[in-house]
């Protein structure tokens, strides 16, 4: 993204051609991925005409114009239908653009369109819906995550540079690890979430989806509120970590299979070579903040749904339903003692954390699954060190540290303090450029015209 973007600022790359290029992708790749439930190409291809017009005219070109960005089918765009990957949901179209829609327009992105979900982000695929599920483009016949998962695939298989996704229990991490790509939650409230449907209203982030650190970056400084201080320096390529103590939350990885255990072991011994200070941190176990985040979602998720439930359970997937279920026996006493559990366990996680420039733990304890598994992915699916981070509202990126020995990615996570969005992405980026895991589509063919820009990673 980054490539292409100085190239449209340049002139040397046309919207329209690069926006063709991601469409092209589109026609031949999503039968079998499943990415996108709306392909808006009539709009794209308006907004790519009006982004040359105005290079053209000597317009200044904003960091995201003629880029175009994919949106999870959770977040409202004027004209079109807020799904949520539901026959439930009303199908009405939305009157106004979601507060981030507005943020992108101005920046100059196209919205090239609408990505398919697991059913209101409830999380697993599910066969039952009017729409298929994204499929994972390493190996399409396992999951890719979720539940953002069309946002992940559309990025990993090329079918645009950017996505937008939520992330109330790991939603944008978890496909961006499963989809060997960079997914990053920031700070609690640093993106309006103003025409998005919620899940959990106290647990929903907004987050970013792209094959890079720097991308995310980029995006991430369009999307945050206006007064949000973010100081990561695109410019820089001083790959060190010289002075930097990164935390080691060692005791989140317990239970991970034993691939993933490795490449993560073999992950900070990168960073010991990139002069980090590594230290061990102490919090409470991960089973803590799983569990209470649990609870909280789905109480919070049951509240909001209890009316369809009541009147049409039958129009939800049984998985979507049996999920969002799961939240009527939890009474008002519980879940206030959760939200004090929770205020505990943020203090606790916060006060580690203060200690150290950023820390490192894996992403996922498990591989994706086949997605006709549905018995494998009831017991691997939530197994992820990703919630502490929703719970206690701190940034937190996923990238990727390696490959399995059945193709699939693996990823770890680095996550800081709240308000240390920019040196949890500065740390990332280091070990993203040393490490130099291929971004290459996955197992795609992707035949494009000769020196279509295209071609390039970013």
């Not at 040397?12 to 439930?37: G, K, M, P, Q």
Request: proline share 7%; hydrophobic share 40%.
């Amino acid at each position: 993204m980054v490539e292409a973007a100085r190239r449209l600022c340049a002139g040397s790359l046309r919207a329209r051609d690069y926006l063709e290029a991601h469409l092209a992708v589109i026609a031949r790749h999503d039968t079998d991925l499943n990415a996108f439930l709306n392909v808006m190409a009539d709009s794209a291809r308006h907004q790519a005409d009006l982004v040359d017009a105005r290079y053209r005219n000597g317009d200044r070109i904003g960091p995201l114009h003629g880029i175009p960005v994919a949106i999870k089918d959770i977040i409202d765009i004027e004209g079109q239908p807020t799904t949520c990957h539901s026959s439930v949901s009303p199908i009405a179209k939305a009157v106004h653009d979601a507060s981030v829609i507005g943020r992108l327009r101005a920046a100059g992105a196209l919205i090239i369109g609408k990505t398919a979900l697991h059913e209101f982000a409830t999380g697993g695929p599910a066969f039952d819906l009017p729409w298929p599920p994204a499929r994972n483009p390493w190996n399409r016949d396992h999951h890719p995550g979720g539940s953002s998962s069309g946002s992940a695939v559309a990025v990993a298989a090329r079918m645009a540079p950017a996505a937008l996704g939520t992330d109330t229990a790991g939603s944008v991490r978890h496909p961006a690890t499963a989809c060997g790509i960079v997914g990053f939650k920031p700070t609690a409230a640093t993106i309006n979430t103003k025409g998005v449907f919620p899940l959990s209203w106290s647990l929903d982030h907004l987050g970013t989806l792209t094959r890079s650190v720097e991308d995310s970056a980029i995006l991430f400084r369009c999307l945050c509120d206006p007064g949000i201080a973010f100081d990561f320096e695109t410019n820089s390529r001083d790959n060190t970590l010289r002075g930097k103590r990164i935390g080691i939350l060692g005791e989140f990885s317990e239970g991970a299979m034993p691939e993933i255990s490795t490449a993560f072991a073999t992950a900070l011994d990168l960073l010991r070579d990139l002069s980090a200070e590594l230290v061990p941190l102490t919090v409470p176990p991960l089973s803590a903040y799983t569990g209470c985040g649990r609870l909280i979602l789905q109480a919070e998720a049951y509240a909001l749904h209890k009316p369809w439930l009541e009147a049409r359970a039958e129009d939800y997937s049984q998985r979507g339903r049996t999920r969002l279920l799961a939240g009527r026996t939890i009474d008002a006493a519980t879940y206030i003692n959760a939200q004090r559990l929770r205020r505990t366990l943020t203090e606790k996680m916060q006060a580690a954390l203060s200690t150290v420039d950023a820390a490192v733990c894996v992403s996922s304890l498990m591989l994706p699954c086949r997605i006709d598994d549905p018995a494998e992915i009831d017991r691997t699916y939530d197994q992820q060190a990703r919630t502490p981070f929703n719970l206690a509202g701190l940034p937190a990126v996923a990238l990727p540290i390696g490959f399995a020995g059945n193709g699939l990615p693996i990823g770890m996570q680095v996550v800081g303090a709240a308000g240390t969005d920019a040196k949890v992405l500065s740390v990332a980026r280091v070990y993203e450029i040393a490490a130099a895991w291929p971004t290459r589509p996955p197992l795609l063919d992707h035949s494009l015209p000769e020196g279509n820009p295209y071609a390039s990673p970013t």
